[in-house]
């Protein structure tokens, strides 16, 4: 029998950017807010030790402890699904701050195509254009209406950039100024600028400069120590939801945090939320919390496997394309790239930020005709300079061995005179990728794992190839005087490092029979129960996801408040 | 990284296999530890040429001794990742760097236990995009990837991994790395690239975990280790900076 709480206000389960957002801002107005994070608790302290590429990039010290869950996977749905035993494509967060505190720092908009996908690709090349199976679908909410908390939420992080030449229309300008420039980055400036792109600086959130927001909040600016991408920040320089928003829920008064409290159940009774489940991780008991408004910011798989395990919502069936509780489920497609070797240049490439780099959008979104090209969408091309620690960085010319003398060589004499340039190509959803439980795998207290259904197709292949050309082109502008660039996508293979940039699951829109959620996040199905995250996402943009979850959080955080006074559906 | 290996790819012949096994004695706790030659091969003393004994500066290193593998192991290890990153005139190897004893700590803590990856039954032979599937943990596969370049060894040379010229081990490791060597035990591609990514670990992770004796692997390459900001260089062209380590950060 579960121990049962007295009732607060709302009840948050997962304490990352989405629950750290809206804890911040429903205190801020003063309501009681429960915060249940499964992992532990995490200060700016514990990075005394933090440059160590072996304890934290690659034995992942900040990453969920997949002994005790992870997801299971198959190409297609012939295949038998299998667990991901070991950390490949994506890192999993854990622990408070969740997936912000080791995340790089890239910060951006999606554009106003992506809101409106279907439409205006339909508009401006016909219904052809998208294949029988790409379920793409306009997002319920509309460039112009979600601008105003993209700033919020660059305000608050404090996020370092310039204007993007062919970027959407901003209310402001970014609060602080770009990151510095190293002589790689303007080396692919000029080189873009020559080819005619319009290239600028990475927008950041390691702080370019000391930074008050307006929460009160101050930062250290960055000192470039290449230790961001799966490390905390032990300047505080970076944002992440523990610097930032986490403090602030803190200071009312009003924020109940609790660590090692995994949430197992939505409880609901006649069509509403009534509380959660969790249990206690240290003593293994089970608590029921109730609560007037409950709110799902547990990551895109843990918001599905919510969700399917406590019967809320119409799960997906793929066979009809009816249903949406695991549908659209999308990903990244970051494999189009281009390594240079050069001969004579050297550059420091052991130092770096997560978001420090240059990139262009001359080929994301519609910003280029795709009359002639076998895919839509596209990504942003960049050079990023994320510091190349050692362990990971042996970059070796194509066909060369890949041990003993040779590779000795080779890898020593290439590591500070190699650059790399990469596309982040979007990823678009198709009828038979999807979420759902997994009917063999268990996690620790035996419920169902998520079952991701998820393989590359021709759009993604088309996509890849495209944007390894145009890195390769870039390079050669640059002066590279060997250049490997991807020759073939090849399938979904979850082993390999790709991005942590899943998306979808619980997808936002217009209409109740084809969203789970609308553009205020709030379930259709269950009007005091609002699901945040990438999970929200239709399909995934040629851009990293945190600006735009951010950006969401703050929308579904003003539709809380909303709710908390008038109740009813708010869309 | 993959360290994929096929116990269930050929069912049928690992149960004949495990049966003749089985018969012949040599199976030990239900785990077939036979290459094409079984387990008959005893250990032998082996002369290695690796002199890893000294640590920092010619000082007794008390963190070079072994808590995992046997002292016949430590050898096949310390001489396969040395002909993964062979000593040349311009820069140490890795018996030099200390990467064997890196290894043997390392399988001894809760990654040679693969204590964060998820273990739970049951077992099925997957598809190469779904990664490893086995049921063994790294340093299980560890002993009897040692055990089997061992045998293959006495099998194509007839001596131990140790006692074969560096040409000829070349050949053992490329023969693992390529399978071309067909074991019943643990993938010998698998078994090869678990020992590359491990050696690539311990000649550049900090010195603290055995590995990267000196900062000698970062000095190599010019990697500066633990700085605490590269603000005043960032925008500069190449610089060398002498690295430093964690310990400098007690």
């Known amino acids: ?571 | 990284m993959t360290e994929d290996n096929h116990l269930d790819k050929e069912e049928k012949e690992r149960l004949s296999r495990r049966k003749f096994i089985k018969n012949s004695g040599i199976a030990v706790g239900g785990l077939a530890v036979g290459g094409a030659l079984g387990s008959v091969i005893p250990w032998k003393k082996e002369t290695g040429n690796q002199g890893i004994e000294k640590g920092a500066k010619g000082e007794k290193n008390y963190n070079q001794a072994l808590m995992n593998f046997t002292q016949a192991e430590f050898k096949v290890i310390d001489a396969a990742t040395e002909r993964i990153f062979p000593k040349d005139d311009k820069a140490p190897g890795a018996s030099d760097l200390g990467v064997a004893f890196y290894i043997d700590h390392q399988l001894a803590g809760s990654y040679g236990f693969n204590a964060r990856d998820y273990m739970e039954a049951p077992f099925f032979h997957g598809e190469e995009v779904q990664g490893y599937q086995g049921r063994m943990k790294r340093r299980e596969i560890f002993k009897i990837g040692i055990r089997e370049l061992q045998n293959y060894s006495h099998e194509k040379f007839d001596k131990g991994f140790t006692e074969l010229e560096a040409d000829q081990q070349d050949e053992i490791l490329k023969d693992f790395a390529e399978d071309n060597v067909n074991l019943s035990t643990v993938s010998a591609s698998g078994f090869f690239n678990l020992l590359r990514s491990v050696t690539l670990e311990g000649l550049y992770s900090d010195p603290l975990y055995g590995g990267n004796v000196d900062m000698d692997g970062w000095k190599m390459r010019n990697y500066p280790g633990n700085q605490m900001s590269y603000k005043d260089i960032i925008e500069k062209d190449f610089q060398e900076i002498e690295p430093t380590s964690l310990q400098d950060h007690m």
């Open chain 1, 1 to 571: 029998m579960a121990k049962k709480l007295p009732k607060v206000d709302v009840v948050i389960a997962g304490v990352g950017w989405a629950g750290g957002i809206i804890a911040a801002e429903l205190t801020k107005k003063g309501l009681n807010v429960v915060g249940l994070e499964r992992g532990e608790e995490r200060n700016t302290e514990d990075y005394f030790m933090v440059h160590d590429e072996l304890r934290y990039a690659i034995r992942g010290e900040l990453f969920q402890d997949l002994s005790k869950e992870t997801i299971t996977f198959r190409s297609n749905e012939k295949m038998r699904a299998l667990p991901m035993r070991q950390y490949g494509s994506f890192l999993l967060g854990s622990g408070l701050g969740g997936a912000g505190v080791h995340w790089n720092g890239q910060t951006f908009r999606f554009l106003p195509y992506d809101f409106e996908i279907r439409s205006q690709t339909i508009d401006r090349y016909g219904k052809d254009k998208i294949p029988a199976d790409m379920t793409i679908q306009d997002w319920g909410i509309t460039y112009d209406e979600l601008e105003p908390y993209f700033d919020t939420f660059e305000k608050m992080a404090g996020i370092s950039g310039e204007e993007n030449p062919l970027g959407p229309k901003r209310s402001d300008k970014y609060p602080t100024g770009p990151m510095l420039q190293s002589p790689q980055m303007k080396l692919f400036k000029k080189a873009a600028e020559k080819l005619g792109y319009h290239p600028y600086t990475i927008p950041s959130a390691n702080l370019s400069e000391a930074y008050e927001n307006p929460d009160g909040i101050s930062r250290a600016a960055c000192e470039y120590c290449s230790f961001c991408e799966r490390f905390g920040c032990e300047y505080g320089a970076k944002a992440d939801p523990v610097v930032t928003v986490i403090p602030v829920a803190k200071k009312t008064g009003k924020f109940d945090l609790r660590t090692h409290s995994w949430v197992r159940r939505v409880l609901h009774k006649d069509g509403k939320a009534t509380g959660v489940l969790y249990t206690d991780v240290t003593t293994g008991e089970e608590i029921e919390q109730p609560a007037d408004m409950v709110v799902l910011t547990s990551y895109v798989f843990n918001n599905v496997k919510l969700l399917l395990n406590s019967d809320i919502g119409r799960p997906y069936d793929s066979a009809t394309g009816k249903g949406s509780i695991g549908k659209n489920y999308a990903y990244q497609v970051e494999k189009g790239d281009a390594t240079g070797y050069f001969k004579n240049k050297k550059f420091n490439n052991f130092a770096g930020a997560g978001a420090l780099g240059m990139t262009l959008d001359d080929f994301n979104g519609d910003n280029f005709d795709h009359s002639d090209l076998n895919f839509i969408h596209g990504g942003y091309l960049a050079m990023g300079q994320t510091g190349a620690r050692p362990i990971q960085n042996n970059p070796i010319p194509a066909g060369s061995p890949t041990w003993g003398k040779e590779f000795k060589e080779n890898s020593l004499n290439y590591i500070n005179q190699t650059l790399s340039v990469y596309g982040m190509g979007a990823s678009m959803p198709y009828q038979h990728h999807y979420l759902d439980l997994d009917p063999i795998y268990k996690d620790t207290f035996g419920d169902p794992l998520i079952r991701m259904t998820y393989d590359f197709k021709e759009q993604d292949r088309e996509l890849a190839k495209f944007t390894a050309k145009k890195s390769r082109e870039i390079l050669e502008e640059m002066g590279a005087d060997h250049i490997d660039s991807m020759d073939e996508l090849g399938p979904y293979n979850i082993t390999t490092y790709q991005s942590t940039h899943n998306t979808g699951g619980v997808i936002m829109g217009a209409d109740p029979d084809t969203s789970a959620v609308n553009n205020y996040l709030q379930m259709w199905d269950m009007e005091n129960l609002f699901v945040v995250g990438a999970s929200a996402f239709a399909h995934n943009s040629g851009y990293n996801p945190t600006g735009t979850v951010g950006a969401l959080a703050y929308r579904a955080a003003e539709g809380m408040l909303k709710y908390s006074k008038d109740g009813g559906l708010l869309a």
